[in-house]
């Protein structure tokens, strides 16, 4: 599922994202710019506006170059539920 997705690390500007993959529990994203494992970013995952989803997560590991996969941390419920909607669960 290709979505856009905009990631913001703590300590550098936004970086623009495409997803690969998208679960309950975290995503698989081609990020412009590197990104370092166990850092935490802020997303906004962006389906249609309806769908829209905000949160946090951490980058697990490195799949390819520039390819990651980040797992939610403690997504708020309106959010958790927007995300089920979005990938049919």
């Given at each position: 599922?290709?979505?856009?997705?905009?990631?913001?690390?703590?300590?550098?500007?936004?970086?623009?994202?495409e997803t690969i993959d998208v679960s309950e529990g975290g995503m698989s994203v081609r990020a412009?710019?590197?990104?370092?494992?166990?850092?935490?970013?802020?997303?906004?995952?962006?389906?249609?506006?309806?769908?829209?989803?905000?949160?946090?997560?951490?980058?697990?590991?490195?799949?390819?170059?520039?390819?990651?996969?980040?797992?939610?941390?403690?997504?708020?419920?309106?959010?958790?539920?927007?995300?089920?909607?979005?990938?049919?669960?």
């Amino acid at each position: 599922m290709a979505l856009p997705c905009v990631l913001r690390p703590r300590a550098s500007s936004p970086i623009w994202a495409e997803t690969i993959d998208v679960s309950e529990g975290g995503m698989s994203v081609r990020a412009a710019r590197p990104l370092r494992a166990d850092e935490t970013v802020e997303f906004d995952l962006a389906g249609t506006p309806e769908d829209h989803v905000q949160g946090r997560a951490t980058v697990l590991r490195l799949h390819a170059p520039r390819v990651y996969g980040l797992r939610f941390e403690r997504l708020a419920e309106p959010m958790r539920k927007r995300l089920l909607e979005l990938v049919g669960g």
